[in-house]
Each structure stands twice: as structure tokens, then as C-alpha cells.
């Protein structure tokens, strides 16, 4: 018999035990080990059955026991040190406070942050893969930091999909049912104790209105708005149904009510609970992009005096920072131009926003561009004055796939900038390398090493011994192989094999034997079956008599992706093999709880995408904090941090770094060569390595690998890092920004508008006109200069409007500059007869080779976050983009 409503009866404490309530309701417990402890200790088999969720705990323990514990003086104490202990995390000064006392200009009073999906933890299933995961640790970093993030998201009341397969291997897809009564989230309410409620117009006169609930991540609020409340319509309560789920209307209402939702949620938040209000807002990818849109609403509508729309933007883009997760033009969110256009227009229009100034923001203006479509990414780059990648290389990517809208600069000038991500190391490393590390450096250094990412933190622990490294990374190579065997034998039994077919899953796997992991998303590009390119050169390395390898593979393909799913089925099939049964798993269902397990347990972490489609991939960032070598191709993080004695480098068959036709047939040849390349290190480089014993049975070399990683990685992929490098280099300048314009009740701004407007509509009369140089030979001693002369029509623009530059380096055969160097030239004098302005300047020579140069014009303004912000530049008739067509 099926109930017509769930709820849930939640346990009342014993007021003795009211602390732990507090502690439940604070998800630092997802990363505080001693809290952890504390919470297993009050029942550990219940712990264990909830899946270790503190809330879900709390709600099934037995009362006797309860009041068991409200008279164990012992726990109480405990119960006590750990509630003080986190009140102290809440409000005690962190780095963030430290940087600010010490510095001369004021850091942002707060940021927003806003992610389509968070990885928090896995008692909080709102999380896909990477994205959510890198939002996640984010959020945590921020906390430990002490920077005021606010996090917005939406909640899903059915998250992700848990995976499990058929008897045949198909994946297949569930989605439970989440209770937020179940969960570490409470409800934002208004003073008078009703739910807080956020209202987005919609065509037809119809309202999506949402709920916010409020997880506390730390010191860090995540705000997440849920549709599924009695106020709306069926259709409108199921926006906030599952992640990426829907169609393109629903995914772009969910789009809409993440980003002009979650600024009305975050204003409420601030109203009710004191919060400083955001000067910057961070939108972590193009899902959240119409944050923007609604900003400008607010400063149009703003009393007594609003902006108009131009100011607002220029006033929003101030403080707004993009950053981009995809390297691929499909991987970015494109609706329909007219589904856009009538959600933002009609009935619905945001009152001072014209829907022709929304669609412009985001449309396709570069050449090949379809003008039918929307482009979300598009759009966050026209608001956000500043822009990043997440790798050194992915921001190389990046600004090749988006320098259509900065025409007339080369990529390496676009304004997109790199910050390579980092994970969060309390979250990932397992507590046995953190009482390692502790041991050799102390417990409170180590925690220091692990929040802030300070490389001098790190040092010492290249004094650990070969024999303490060597049994740590046993034992948890065996926590791994029993872990594996569980949910082998749980996968198998859903898969309705009965416990007589089963026996052999207890010999699966050997702690003992070298193990690779690979456990990711299953999209094409990330190859999970190269591995079984050649299955009898697996099979063979598989059964090595002396040198065995043993794999542990996971992953999801998204519900849709039927093509994911066949190479989901076509791994499992090979695993399923009973000759190799023993030496390979797939475990299904791949979450934060098992990736806990996996990173530590493996010797070697494998990655093998298609370069570059790896924006960052920080899984093997994880797996490098404890101990863990990496084999991947160099994409991503890996192609910026690998050194030659943390792992190893799997070569590319496509040195240009393109991307083939999967038709073509060389794919197949690349595929090909690519996987005996792999085959070949993991037999004679990664395996002999591994056993190669001394006379104690210890890899020596091996082991010095593990050393050197943990002491160079550490400190580089953590996000402590990651997010003091935000701080630095891309919040505090936006904060700056954005003050700068909201001076004078907007005046600035408005002047900023005035004068984009003036330089556009001036700029296709800036002309460079005449160039000359007094160099009569073609060739040139190094040291020596060459006094440039230049000619430059400036229309109805003044000197000020512009700055002139000679741009130099070497020259290839096509004359293209490369490794330029800048050279502002001065103006001499006022326009001549023909309204021409001379501009001089003297070009040292200093560089020996092939050298050429070349003139331009640039918009300059002292309020430009960069030269190429307009995507506006006049070049000598000559010269086409970088060319040097005056000189080589």
C-alpha cells in the first residue's frame, strides 16, 4: 500500500545533546574528521546504514540510546569541545581577515557565487561530475579562508541519477525522491516566520515562484531555490525536478530562475540575516548568466534616480567575473533566439530591460555564428568585464573558441585569463596521509599546508620514511580492495545474480598488486575504453605472472547519451570476463562516497581524453594529494604541472592538439597509436617501476615518486590556492571596478557609457594613415633602434580617446608576430591640416632572428580592465590582424 504523503518525524534531543543538532546542521562535519568521529561514536552500525549522513542519523538512533549518551560524561565533553571548536571556525579571524588588516585597499565585502550544481557532500546529492564538485570545494576553500562567499544554486528534489546496471550491463537510471526534512538545509524565512519567496514573471501571465533553502557550508550560506512549492503550477513546480533533466524550455527556466532568482534569493538573504551585501558575483559557468540581466534591472529601477540601460551594464560588468568550463563550442548552452525572446519579452519583460538589448547579449555576432540562437556563454562574457579559464592551456582554448568576439586581436590578447582549479584537501585526502603528514610537521602545520596552499607549508615532508610511505599506501590500497569487493557483490546482486554465483567476488582484486584507477563522467571524448583498444594486450598485463596490474574503473554517462552507455556496456562486458574478473572492476553508481574510497586506494590514477577536451580534470589532483602517480595525457592540469618524477606522460598522436573527425579513419589511427603508447608505459615504465623491490622489498624509486609528488603537487592543486588566487587577482580588482562606477550615485558610470558609445561610433574613421622608420637596410644589429614615425587619423576622437602602439617580435614565414612586446608611442604636437596626429617612438632592437613590427590604434580609458575590452583596433591597410607587414 502506497502513502499518499511522506513526511519526517524528526527526533527531539535531549537538551544535553541539543550541540549536536548544531553540528549536524553545519556541513563542515562533511570535512571535519574529529566531528565525524564524534558522530559514528553515537551509533556506529546506524552511521553506517545512513550512509553516514549525521542528519539522517540523528533521526533513526533509538531513543535509549540517546539517553544513553545525555548521562555519558565522557561524550558530553566531547559534544562540547567540538560545538566550541566550530563556533570558534564561525568567527574567528582566517586568512581572508589577515589579508584584509594588512592591506591598504579594501578586499570585496562579499561574492557571490553561483553554479548550476554543488558537491558538497554526498549526504547532499546536488551534483552531476566536475562541475559541481569544483563548486563544492570552492565553497569549503572559501570557508576555510574566511572569504564571504555566498553560494547560489537550485535544489533539486530528486538531484542526480544513481546508476546501476542491468544483466547485460546497460546502465540504468533511478531518481529517489529527496526530503529536505532529511537533509542539513532549513528554509529561509521572513520575520514574521513564513518561507521566503521569490517570484519570476513568465509569458502568458503566468509566475514561477520558489522556496529558498539555506545549507550552511561552514562560514559559507548556499542559498538554493526549489520550484516545487504549492504556489505554482504543476509544469512550473517541476523546474527544480532533477539536474539537467527537461527539455530547452525547462533547462532555460532553470537557467532564468538560477540567475534572476538566485539575485533576488541572495538580496533576501542579505535583508534578513545582516549579511554584507555582494559586490562581486562570480557565475561558474554560462548556466547563471541572466544574473547579469537581472543587475541591470535593479540599477534601471533603482530610486531616486536609475541608470539607463547602457550604465547599468557597464556598472554590472564591473563587478562580475565569468569563468568558462568547456573547450568545446558544443559543450556551451544555445536556446533558440526566439524561446528567448519571448521569455523576455511581453508580459514577462524585466521592467527598463528592452528584450533587443537581451537578445544582443547574447548572440552570435562572430562569423560563423547562427544568428537563430542564443549563446549563454556569449552572454556571461558580455557582462563580466573579467573572464577565466580553469587551466593554463584550457585558457589557451579559450581564447581561440571566443576570439570571434574580440575581432581584429589574436587569441593570446583575448581578455580571458586562467585559474587552475584546485580541490579541496580535507575533503579528499584520506585522514591516514593527513596523521602521516601530522606526525612529520606537526598537526597544526599540516592543517595550515592543507587550507592555504602556502608551498613553504608543505616542506618536511620529504623527511617521511620509505617504509612509512610504502605500508600507508598498502593499507590503503586494502581499504580500496574491500571497498571494491562490497559494492562488486551489492552491483551483482542488483544485477540479480543470486549469493551462490557470488563467491568469487571475495578474491576480486589483490592489495598487493599495482592498481590504477579511472573513474570520471562517461561523455566520448574522455575515452573510456581506450584501455580496451587492444583487449589481448590488456588481458596480458592483466595476468603478468610477476608483474599483474589490476584496474578499477567508474563512471555515469548522462541519462540521454545512449553512445555513453554502449561503452559503459562494452567495459563491463571485459570485466565481466571470468579470466580477468579478478584483475578489473567497474563499480556503477560512481558518487563523493565512493571517490573517497577510490583516489587513495589506487597507485596510479589513468587519464587518457582526447587533448585538449580536458578543461582541467582535477580528479587526478585528488589522487595526487594522497600519494597517488599519475598517467595521463598532457590536458588539462596535467599538461602544466607534470615534471617528469610525478608520473608519467601518455603521448599524443596529434601534435597539433586538434581535434580529428571521428569519421575520418584518423581517429581510428590516432586511438590506435594512443593505446600502445599506454600499453607500453603501464608494462615498462609504470610496473617495473612498481616492482622493482630492494633487499627490505621496498620500490625505492617508487616510493621517492610518491615523496616527490605529495611535496610539489601538494601545494599547487589545492583549493585553497585556487581561491586565494580569485581573491587576488580577479575579485578584489572587480570589487575595485565596481566601486569606482557606483560612486556619485552612478556618474561614473554613466560617463563610461557616454563615452564606449562616442569611441563606436567614431572608430571607423581611426585610421593609422603613414608609418616610417630610418632604417634603410633590411637588416639590423642587435641593440640598435629604429624612431618610428606615425601618421594617425583620429576622426572626431581626442589623443586621450586612444593609445598607439608598436607591437614587435619574431616573425614566421607567414610574417605573424609572436612573443610581441608592446610600445606605447606619444602623440607630438596637435592634429596637422588634415586632421592627422603624429605619434614617435624608438623600437630597441632585442631580439636577434627573423623580427618585424607593426602599428595600432587602441580605445584607451583608464577604467578598461584590458586594451581589447571593445574589440575595437585600427591596423595599418598593410597589415591583417599581427602580421608584420612593415618590416622584417
Not at 151 to 161: A, N
Amino acid at each position: 500500500m502506497k502513502a499518499i504523503r511522506r513526511f519526517t518525524v524528526r527526533t527531539v534531543l535531549p537538551e544535553q545533546l541539543q550541540p549536536l543538532h548544531e553540528l549536524a546542521l553545519n556541513l563542515r562535519w562533511s570535512w571535519h574528521p574529529e566531528t565525524r568521529d564524534l558522530f559514528r561514536s553515537v551509533d556506529p552500525e546506524v552511521w553506517a546504514a545512513t550512509g553516514e549522513d549525521p542528519v539522517r542519523l540523528l533521526g533513526e538512533v533509538p531513543a535509549t540510546r540517546l539517553a544513553a549518551l545525555a548521562t555519558d560524561r565522557r561524550f558530553l565533553r566531547r559534544l562540547g569541545d567540538l560545538a566550541e571548536d566550530l563556533r570558534e571556525y564561525l568567527t574567528g579571524p582566517r586568512w581572508y581577515q589577515t589579508r584584509q588588516a594588512a592591506d591598504a585597499a579594501p578586499l570585496p565585502a562579499a561574492i557571490a557565487y553561483f553554479s548550476p550544481e554543488y558537491g558538497i557532500a554526498a549526504a547532499l546529492p546536488q551534483y552531476s561530475g566536475g562541475l559541481g564538485i569544483l563548486a563544492g570545494d570552492h565553497l569549503k576553500a572559501a570557508s576555510d579562508l574566511g572569504v564571504p562567499v555566498i553560494g547560489v544554486g537550485l535544489f533539486y528534489r530528486h538531484g542526480y541519477f544513481r546508476q546501476s546496471l542491468s544483466r547485460d550491463g546497460w546502465q540504468q537510471e533511478r531518481y529517489p525522491l529527496l526530503d529536505p526534512d532529511e537533509l542539513a538545509v532549513s528554509l529561509l524565512r521572513e520575520a514574521d516566520g513564513t518561507p521566503s519567496r521569490i517570484d519570476l514573471a513568465l509569458p502568458g501571465g503566468r509566475t514561477l515562484a520558489a522556496h529558498i533553502w539555506k545549507a550552511q557550508v561552514g562560514r559559507v550560506p548556499l542559498l538554493l531555490l526549489d520550484s516545487d512549492i504549492e504556489a505554482n503550477s504543476p509544469a512550473e513546480r517541476d523546474v527544480t525536478d532533477r539536474l539537467y533533466g527537461g527539455g530547452s524550455e525547462h533547462r532555460l527556466l532553470q537557467e532564468m530562475l538560477l540567475g534572476i532568482g538566485g539575485v533576488r534569493a541572495v538580496r533576501a538573504h542579505c535583508r534578513l540575516t545582516g549579511h554584507p551585501a555582494p559586490d562581486v558575483f562570480h557565475t561558474n559557468e554560462g548556466h547563471a548568466g541572466f544574473l547579469g540581466v537581472e543587475r541591470i534591472r535593479e540599477l534601471v529601477a533603482e530610486a531616486p534616480a536609475g541608470l539607463d540601460f547602457a550604465a547599468a551594464l557597464e556598472a554590472v560588468r564591473a563587478g562580475t567575473l565569468f569563468t568558462t568550463h568547456t573547450p568545446v563550442p558544443a559543450g556551451i548552452d544555445r536556446f533558440d533566439r526566439e524561446l528567448v525572446a519571448r521569455h523576455f519579452g511581453g508580459d514577462a519583460a524585466l521592467p527598463g530591460v528592452p528584450v533587443d538589448q537581451v537578445l544582443a547579449l547574447g548572440a552570435e555576432s562572430w562569423p560563423d555564428g547562427d544568428p537563430k540562437l542564443f549563446n549563454m556563454a556569449a552572454m556571461g562574457l558580455r557582462l563580466a568585464q573579467r573572464a577565466n579559464g580553469v587551466s593554463t592551456l584550457h585558457g589557451e582554448v579559450s581564447r581561440s573558441m571566443f576570439n570571434g568576439l574580440w575581432p581584429g586581436f589574436d587569441p593570446a590578447e583575448v581578455p580571458i585569463t586562467s585559474v587552475t582549479n584546485g580541490v579541496h584537501a580535507a575533503t579528499w585526502i584520506d585522514p591516514a596521509v593527513v596523521r602521516l603528514g601530522a606526525a612529520e610537521i606537526g598537526a597544526e602545520r599540516a592543517e595550515e599546508a592543507m587550507t592555504t596552499g602556502e608551498t613553504r607549508r608543505w616542506t618536511g615532508l620529504e623527511l617521511i620514511g620509505n617504509t612509512e610511505v610504502w605500508e600507508l599506501r598498502r593499507s590503503l590500497r586494502a581499504q580500496l580492495v574491500e571497498e571494491a569487493r562490497r559494492r562488486l557483490h551489492a552491483s551483482w546482486r542488483r544485477r540479480g545474480a543470486g549469493e551462490a554465483e557470488l563467491g568469487w567476488v571475495s578474491s576480486v582484486l589483490d592489495p598487493d598488486v599495482l592498481t590504477i584507477g579511472f573513474a570520471r563522467r562517461v561523455p566520448s571524448y574522455k575515452r573510456l575504453t581506450l584501455m580496451l583498444r587492444d583487449a589481448e594486450r590488456l588481458r596480458a598485463l592483466l595476468l603478468h605472472p610477476t608483474r599483474p596490474v589490476q584496474i578499477v574503473v567508474a563512471g555515469k554517462a548522462h541519462p540521454a547519451d545512449d553512445g555513453g552507455k554502449r561503452l559503459i556496456q562494452q567495459m563491463v562486458a571485459f570485466a565481466d570476463d571470468p579470466a580477468v574478473r579478478h584483475r578489473i572492476v567497474f563499480l556503477p553508481d560512481y558518487d563523493m562516497a565512493m571517490a573517497q574510497r577510490l583516489y587513495p586506494g589506487c597507485d596510479v590514477w589513468l587519464n587518457n581524453p582526447l587533448r585538449p577536451l580536458e578543461a582541467c580534470g582535477t580528479s587526478g589532483m585528488k589522487a595526487a594529494l594522497n600519494g597517488c602517480l599519475n598517467l595521463s595525457v598532457l590536458d588539462g592540469w596535467w599538461d602544466e604541472w607534470y615534471d617528469g618524477r610525478n608520473g608519467w606522460a601518455i603521448p599524443t598522436a596529434d601534435e597539433s592538439g586538434g581535434v580529428l573527425d571521428p569519421d575520418s579513419g584518423e581517429a581510428e589511427r590516432r586511438d590506435d597509436i594512443e593505446a600502445a603508447a599506454l600499453y607500453d608505459l603501464i608494462e615498462n615504465q609504470v610496473a617495473a617501476r612498481f616492482y622493482d623491490r630492494d633487499g627490505d622489498g621496498l620500490p625505492q624509486q617508487w616510493i621517492a615518486m610518491v615523496r616527490h609528488t605529495l611535496v610539489t603537487l601538494g601545494p599547487k592543486v589545492l583549493a585553497g590556492r585556487m581561491v586565494r588566487e580569485y581573491v587576488e587577482r580577479l575579485y578584489a580588482p572587480a570589487a575595485q571596478a565596481q566601486r569606482e562606477l557606483a560612486d556619485r550615485q552612478g556618474r561614473s558610470a554613466r560617463e563610461l557609457a557616454v563615452w564606449k558609445a562616442k569611441v563606436r561610433e567614431a572608430w571607423p574613421a581611426v585610421r593609422v594613415e603613414h608609418v616610417e622608420a630610418d632604417c634603410p637596410a633590411d637588416a639590423q644589429e642587435l641593440g640598435s633602434s629604429l624612431a618610428l614615425r606615425v601618421q594617425v587619423g583620429l576622426g572626431t576622437l581626442e589623443p586621450a580617446d586612444v593609445e598607439v602602439q608598436a607591437v614587435s617580435g619574431r616573425v614566421d614565414e607567414r610574417d605573424r608576430i609572436s612573443d610581441a612586446c608592446l610600445l606605447a608611442l606619444k602623440p607630438v604636437g596637435g592634429p596637422d591640416l588634415d586632421g592627422r596626429t603624429r605619434y614617435e617612438g624608438s623600437l630597441e632592437l632585442c631580439r636577434t632572428g627573423p623580427f618585424g613590427y607593426t602599428v595600432r590604434v587602441l580605445p584607451a580609458h583608464p577604467r578598461l580592465a584590458s586594451p581589447a575590452e571593445l574589440g575595437l583596433v585600427a591596423l595599418p591597410a598593410e597589415s591583417a590582424g599581427m602580421d608584420a607587414g612593415l618590416l622584417r
